[in-house]
């Protein structure tokens, strides 16, 4: 598990590589400023944190599937004496981990 | 013509850049910025949105914003924080078939050095996994500063393509 601050390393290191970047104000195309280029890897290094550190959130959500469709599969456990509906959630939250 | 939408600045973007800047908000009147097929070069990018002081985008945390997800494939959702760096109202979209964001946004008090600034957003998503997605809300800068435009981009990447248009309200 990454730090904020070797996040921050890895995010200039990608800003550099890619440049140069640009800017369109008001429809004229402009290179970055200095300024520019740093809030790019303050904006780059929070994205990696935000991904790694809640980004299984919005990844369990898509996977669990609607709550009608749980429902559904909980009647049918009951109905037919399996555990279908405790397995997904199972293989979702070990697909999608929680960081430690 | 009373009520008649006049445009402000427009962006048009054909060749990837980084980030767009409307400005030219010169008064207390409502605003209105509309994205037209807005797409990431990156997959799975969503709009950041800030406000901008002389035309500057200001990155303080002082970004506050609450939103209901409207989702076609599943269950509704909500979203919102507080003391962010920037807002973050729209929905995930990505570099798929037909996948971009569109949307509109009002835009309150920017002119006002006295007061908040405020937006409200609507928009429609087809995301990074090709599903339907609507979100409706608003947010707030916590600060009173006098803002002449507002600042969009994705966290990560560039925008590949998109049309911004900042509308002003004629009186």
């Known amino acids: 598990m990454a730090t904020l601050e070797e996040l921050q390393v890895e995010a200039a290191a990608e800003i550099e590589a890619a440049k140069p970047l640009f800017k369109q104000v008001n429809n004229e195309r402009l290179e970055f400023s200095d300024a520019d280029y740093a809030q790019a890897v303050t904006d780059l290094a929070n994205s990696k944190w935000n991904d790694q550190q809640f980004g299984y959130i919005q990844a369990r959500q898509e996977a669990y599937g609607s709550v009608q469709d749980q429902l559904d599969m ?18 979702v939250k070990a697909d999608n981990p929680k960081p430690a | 013509m009373a009520g008649q939408l006049i445009q402000v600045a427009t962006s048009t973007v054909t060749s990837a850049v980084a980030s767009v800047t409307l400005t030219g908000i010169d008064s207390d009147d409502v605003y209105m910025v509309a994205m037209n097929n807005v797409v990431p070069s990156n997959d799975t990018q969503l709009v950041q949105v800030r406000v901008t002081e002389s035309g500057t985008p200001n990155s303080t945390s002082n970004y506050d914003y609450a939103f209901k997800q409207m989702k076609g494939n599943t269950t509704f959702s909500n979203g919102s924080s507080t003391n962010q760096s920037a807002w973050f109202i729209f929905s995930y979209t990505g570099t798929g078939a037909n996948e971009s964001t569109n949307g509109l946004m009002y835009l309150y008090n920017f002119n006002n050095a006295s007061e908040y600034s405020f937006v409200t957003v609507e928009e429609s998503t087809r995301t990074n996994a ?8 608003g947010g707030v800068f916590t600060s ?3 803002c002449d435009g507002i600042n969009l981009s994705f966290q990560t990447g560039n925008i590949a393509s998109g049309t911004f248009t900042l509308y002003g309200l004629k009186k």
């Open chain 2, 130 to 137: 090709g599903n339907l997605q609507g979100n409706q809300g």
């Open chain 1, 74 to 91: 909980m009647y049918w456990d009951k109905v037919n004496g399996t555990d279908l509906w405790k397995e997904h959630i199972d293989t």
């Open chain 2, 144 to 146: 009173t500063s006098s």
